[in-house]
């Protein structure tokens, strides 16, 4: 199978532009399924690129896969790409808006309903607080109709904010948040080559047919055009997903539970074992996956794996 190239382009989802990576093989006549990823926070499309492409591989090319960024979240888009639309088109582009929980939601529900054709079946693919943001969508019923699977792949869809991450990080993500921007403000500073050989040096067990695409991406997060409102955003996003993503929606959860797997981690500081023995005794019957030695960031150390771990389940609701 020839190596696949992923499209990266910038669109307008409804009057927000955002980043899109597609995946895609065309085939008239043919109804084929699209593997929807929806990130976790940093809400970059670009981090699930290699994942994109293993999990490609692993389907032997038998399903498109799009991955769409968070809205207001990857540099660059909300002012450095604004010669996608007009101005009176895009309103976003001019504002560093903040996008709560809830706007993020309906990011997705618009991107979802706007790339991928009405009749085509969709596998959501979310991660983290995007599993949250998933059971969410469904509650629009075009999109809960389109879903026939969903994994959940080192999620946390409740109680984030008690969560052993959460008692750790709440404080900077609400309190302490103007205080992170100001931080981030005087290490654009720093000279780039400083700041490109610190973040090799953090992220010398990313995987390796990864790792320099990674640095660049986080480059751009860090001092790239319109990184401010994106940096902004995440912090944004995070400090408002600890104040709303609370219960478990055991209504979604049950309603979705013949559609869904999840795939968890014993030492994920996100969503603990309690927390995951909690799901399944509320929703009987889950299909849980408890996996050893994969990080609650798989998708920069073990992303293949994953990729691999999901194509197996997925097989008896693909046509190929």
Known sequence: MDQPRIVNEVLLIGK???????????????????????????????????????????SKGNM??????????????????VELASRSDCPDADTEKYYTVA???????????QLIDAN????????????YLTLKMCYDRDVERRVVRVFHLF????????????????????????????????????????????????MSDVANDFKEECVEIVMRCVVGEGHAASV???????????????????DMLSKL???????????????????????RTEVPGSDIHIVENIPHAFVLHKSAEVA????????DVMVT
């Open 155 to 202: 999620p946390c869809p409740a109680w984030m904010g008690c969560s052993p991450n959460g008692y750790r990080l709440a404080p900077i993500l609400t309190k302490y948040r103007s205080w992170m921007s100001t931080a981030h403000w005087l290490v654009t500073y720093i000279p780039h080559s400083i700041i490109r050989a610190a973040i090799r040096m953090h």
């Open 64 to 81: 498109d896969v799009i991955a769409v960024s968070h809205a207001g979240q990857d540099p660059g888009v909300l002012k450095g790409d």
């Open 16 to 58: 927000t532009p955002s980043r899109v990576l597609l995946l895609k093989e065309k085939k008239v006549g043919e109804n084929r399924h699209v593997c929807y990823i929806i990130p976790g926070n940093p809400g970059c499309a670009s981090f699930y690129s290699s994942f994109m492409l293993n999990l490609w591989r692993a």
């Open 232 to 250: 902004a955003n995440m912090f944004a996003l995070g400090g408002d997903e600890v104040h709303v993503i609370k219960d478990f929606d055991f």
């Open 103 to 113: 706007d993020q939601v309906q990011h997705h529900v618009t991107a979802l309903r």
């Open 257 to 279: 539970n013949s559609r869904s797997s999840f795939i968890c981690s014993p030492t994920d500081g996100w969503f603990p074992l309690q927390r995951v023995e909690e799901l």
């Open 308 to 315: 691999v771990l999901v194509w197996d389940m997925l097989r």
């Open 120 to 131: 085509q079946p969709v596998i959501i693919m979310c991660h983290s607080m995007g599993s």
